[in-house]
């Protein structure tokens, strides 16, 4: 039946309790359910726990395969780590277009998990092994430039298919074929991460620390260990301080927002850096004293930084925007016009790690996460652009306000710990 027409009821209720009812009436519209759905809701709940419980892979495997972003995919590794199980790279002869269960406590991730790699790919990867058999020379090809003649490789048909690989030199003549669907990037990647380690005695193993970077390039989300820091710079390098004593005073000289004219403090850092500390922007005690790293919130830091038998002097302490917010927040201007300076310093300084404190900072140095920078406190990603881990701390002034908040400061520089030991 169409509705033609709304008539007020006459019966006598106020407008303002009528509003103040539908007030309510929609809020509660926010969270509640009716029954039939709620029931529907603890009866999934139930199975999911009880598979969890007593079918810990099964239940890390398909719920791996169901999650849409990154930021997802990386707390359920992390979860299934907690249970005991490991997340392993692609594995040239176990992998197909799913993932997985190799053994009760680890589970291979997809063809498609690797950057680059569709479904599509993925399972014409599969194919090409269940078709793969013997190879032979079919035919010599001759360079019209250099008059060689290199041969060309065919499947035997004589010999039923090995449904495997034996060698990376069959996976490549096999990729080769045409219509075979995988270019030659798609292979170097597969390589990269450690796809074929299993058939080449020669390659270090997929679980190697040197095949780290690739792998958390190439596997976004599955790789939760941090890179190892390689380097640290020496601030003492003559060319390098003279360098870094120019770039402050182009800072401090800078008119690219409307903080132009305010204090910009000193940078504070040692002889040697092993990891560079980024906050928001000085607070109003390091404005007042002229250089970073004073006050009660740099406190906080340095606490945390100790905690983690970590040395303060170690550190290269600086700020997204180089002068004190003037409002509640920054605006986009401060940070469009301070932000190259920070890319300056890291491009001078080129750390092995980055701790950004504060949300702002965070989502300059992690522009593609978009989850909210209070759920990454203690995470850690690898840009290599920069050839850096950024590890997601928070604002240290919020400990002023909530103590337990250094709890996050801690986490976060243990990660600092970890990656530099």
Known sequence: MKIKSLNILNDGLEESVAERIWEQTEANANYQFNKSHSVEY???????????????????????????????????????RECGIEILPPDIN????????????????????VKGISETIAKAIVKLREKNRAWKVVRYKKSRKTGETTPVYGPD???????????????????SQPNSKVNKTIVENLRAIGAFASIEPSEPSAKDLSRRKDQMRLLPGLIIDSVKADRYTDTSEPFLRASL?????????CNGCDLAGQVHPDIRLGKKMRFMVVSDCPTWEEEKKGKLLEGES??????????????????YYTTLVKAKK???????????????????????????VIVALGSQ????????????PSDLVGMTFYNPKLDATIVCGLNPQQCHFDPTKLEGLVKAFKEVADIIS
């Open 42 to 80: 603890s009866i999934i709940s139930m199975w999911c726990a009880y598979i969890r419980v007593h079918y810990p892979a099964e239940y890390f495997a398909a719920s791996l395969s169901v999650v849409d972003t990154e930021d997802k995919l990386t707390g359920l590794v992390k979860d299934a």
């Open 94 to 113: 176990y992998s197909a277009d799913r993932y997985k269960i190799k053994s009760n406590t680890e589970i291979l991730a997809p063809f498609n998990a």
């Open 157 to 175: 048909g004589s010999v039923p298919p090995k449904k495997r690989f034996d060698s990376f030199d069959e996976f490549e003549k096999a990729a």
């Open 245 to 253: 004593v120019e770039h402050m005073r182009d800072c401090k000289q």
């Open 298 to 315: 740099a406190q906080y830091v340095k606490a945390a930084i100790k905690e983690n038998e970590l040395a303060v002097a170690d550190g």
């Open 326 to 352: 003037q409002d509640k927040f920054l605006t986009t201007g401060q940070i469009n016009g301070c932000s190259p300076h920070l890319a300056k310093e890291i491009e001078l300084l080129k750390p092995p």
């Open 361 to 372: 900072s965070i989502r300059y140095l992690l522009p593609d996460v978009k989850v909210s």
